[in-house]
């Protein structure tokens, strides 16, 4: 099995992190121990269910739609030049998740929110797929795939399936209405953050599961995690730039290595 030490010293402080490819002893006792949990997921959480990844290694990826980066056609700027185009671009990603499935991944987080005294779960993607896995309370950072929000009113719509017959689709007050979704350059929903922040810096485990962790500010919950005091533990089949900052890494898929602290 493999098992890498690797040490870095950041502003002074000289941090460990143990890069293995399954859960041993050690990890499964901690997760048996632990009364607070906290976990940060990304895209990689869903790539066993066929969702592609922004930044590779699940397989497929998606990084540019009709020749454009996906940053410059999820941007405030594009919705506000080419709305039309920032619903077709929403539009093709709801179809990609129109019959795709929770995987295991999805399924284990699921089953730890009722496991743990406290518990929480942070996700990075749109795909509504761990409340589909029966999650019931997970913290949107991104927002959401199939919810629209009414530019005039404000109020939360739910989308007719994909494809849309109408776009934009429009709100029942009769304005139209935009992807609820967070465009670079947009903030976080109110209090999302703060929320989620504060269950990193409360948890005595951590897990940041499938995200390349490069964007903020949800890469920094597993720092301000560990900064409080908290096991941070990585799941991602390759090293990121977290994978030195955390205190153990498991190369391998979420939906094989979650449950394997379970066993
Ligand atoms: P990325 O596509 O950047 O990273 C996906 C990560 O998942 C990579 O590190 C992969 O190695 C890993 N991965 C692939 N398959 C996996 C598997 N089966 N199990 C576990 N991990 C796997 O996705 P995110 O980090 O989520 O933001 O991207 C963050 C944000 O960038 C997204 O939410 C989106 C994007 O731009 C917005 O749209 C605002």
């Known amino acids: 099995m493999l098992r890498i030490e690797c040490c870095v010293e950041t502003s002074g402080e000289r941090w460990k ?27 990689g959480i869903s790539a066993e269910s066929g969702v592609p990844t922004f930044r590779g290694g699940g397989g497929a990826t998606i990084w540019e739609w009709r020749g454009r980066p996906v940053t410059e056609l999820s941007s405030a ?28 991944g999805h399924e284990a987080l699921a089953r730890w929110e009722l496991r743990f005294t406290a518990f929480s779960l942070a996700t990075q993607n749109i795909d509504g797929l761990h409340a589909a896995a029966g999650s019931r309370k997970v913290i949107e950072l991104h927002g959401n ?75 920094l919950l597993p ?23 955390v205190d153990a890494t498991i190369l391998g898929k979420a939906g094989d290595v979650l449950k394997q602290f379970e066993e």
Not at 157 to 186: H, I, N, Q
Not at 225 to 243: K, M
Request: glycine letters at 6%.
């Open 17 to 43: 992190c143990v890069i293995q490819e399954r859960v041993n002893e050690e990890l499964r006792s901690r997760f048996a121990a632990a009364r607070r949990v906290a976990v940060l997921t990304g895209a």
């Open 77 to 104: 700027e594009m919705l506000a030049t080419d709305p039309i185009l920032v619903w077709e671009w929403f539009d093709h990603r709801r179809g990609l998740v129109k019959d795709v499935k929770p995987n295991a």
């Open 145 to 219: 795939l199939h919810r629209g929000r009414c530019l005039k009113c404000a109020a939360m719509r739910e989308l007719p399936p994909s494809p849309l017959a109408v776009l934009p689709p429009l709100c029942s007050c009769g304005a139209p209405l935009r992807p609820d979704v967070v465009l670079f350059g947009e903030m976080l929903p109110d209090g999302a953050y703060e929320c989620a922040e504060k269950a990193a810096e409360g948890c005595d485990l951590f897990f940041v599961v499938g995200t390349s962790a490069v964007v903020f500010p949800a890469a």
């Open 223 to 245: 720092r301000a995690a560990r900064s409080a005091g908290a096991f941070v533990i990585e799941v991602n089949p390759e090293e990121t730039e977290l994978t030195p900052r």
